[in-house]
């Protein structure tokens, strides 16, 4: 066992701030108890003035895992010993694996994201046109997967279109990027095969909010949200009834980084099943 502390049990938690409405604690001791493995995983309140602090506290302490949250997923690289291809691309981490006292930082938002995105709703994503709106920390968060997935061409739309220019500028090298404003939209949306949200808007409590008009989406294309508050927000509710869309709520994302974390921890295959089991119940 690895993975096991002094007392033969894993020891894992996840830091952020605010941390209190996080629901990783429910998923994750959903995924202990199915796996059979003794331990515990605990809610921590960091302050940002004490990330370092707690950083050295997991070694201290044995911690086998960490998961990192807002707003620590940047701050927090320069106190660990490496990190990952992903998270280094990404510029963010989000689950921390202690050897032995050595830190690794790993991103698994964007690998969680496409591997749910996959499973649940479109299986390949070689060749197809994607449009993502948004570019800030989400965008960014899950580009570098879908990346690797070779689409055809990725357009980034933003409402601040100078920044959808420049995130698609930055990953130039690494397929066919576009960066466009919000006003376009209209021009480039029907020649998509995916459209990704992955801003804010419609998040609770602005249900009533939608980050593009669903009338002008294609019939029948894939349409995903990052937000999983509400789980279907209304964006979602509206392509499928206008445009008979396929699709997929943010929810899958949080169980599959979950998942990859679980499983970069334990190395064992994670328990989706009841995971996901345990997340739909704590989000009520
Ligand atoms: P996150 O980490 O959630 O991506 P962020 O880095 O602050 O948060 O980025 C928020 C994204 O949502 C940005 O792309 C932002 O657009 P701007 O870059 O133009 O600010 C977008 N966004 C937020 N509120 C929005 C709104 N009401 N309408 C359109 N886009 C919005």
């Keep these: ?101 050595v830190l690794t930082g790993y991103n698994t938002d964007g690998i969680g994201y496409v591997r749910s995105l996959k499973s649940e709703a479109a299986s390949d994503l070689a060749g197809r046109r994607i449009m993502v709106i948004g570019a800030g920390g989400a965008a960014r968060g899950i580009l570098d997967a879908l990346l690797l997935e070779r689409p055809a061409s990725v357009i980034i739309a933003n409402r601040s279109r ?45 249900v009533d909010q939608m980050p593009i008009d669903p009338d002008i989406l294609p019939e029948g294309i894939v349409v995903s949200d990052l937000i999983y508050n509400p789980l279907h927000t209304r964006f979602l509710l509206e392509s499928e009834r206008r445009k008979g869309c396929v699709i997929h709520s943010g929810v899958g994302m949080f169980l599959y980084q979950g998942a990859y974390a679980l499983e970069y921890w334990t190395g064992r295959p994670a328990p989706i099943k009841e995971m996901r089991q345990a997340l739909l119940e704590s989000l009520g």
């Design 1 to 101: 066992m690895p993975w096991a502390s002094e007392t033969g049990e894993i020891l894992l938690g996840v830091i952020g701030s605010p941390i209190a409405h996080s629901k990783s604690p429910q998923m994750h001791t959903a995924g202990l108890k199915a796996l059979g493995i003794k331990g515990a995983y605990v809610p921590l309140h960091v302050h940002p003035g004490s990330l370092g602090e707690t950083i050295s506290s997991i070694r201290t302490l044995g911690f086998r895992g960490i998961n990192v949250t807002l707003p620590h997923k940047v701050a927090v690289i320069p106190y660990l010993d490496a990190v990952d291809r992903s998270a280094e691309a990404i510029g963010a981490v989000n689950t921390i694996v202690n050897n032995g006292g």
């Design 162 to 206: 100078e920044k959808a220019a420049e995130l698609a500028e930055s990953w130039s090298g690494r397929g066919d990027l576009k960066g466009i404003g919000l006003g376009e939209i209209e021009e480039y949306v029907q020649g998509m095969d995916i459209v990704i949200n992955t801003t804010s808007v419609g998040m609770h409590p602005n």
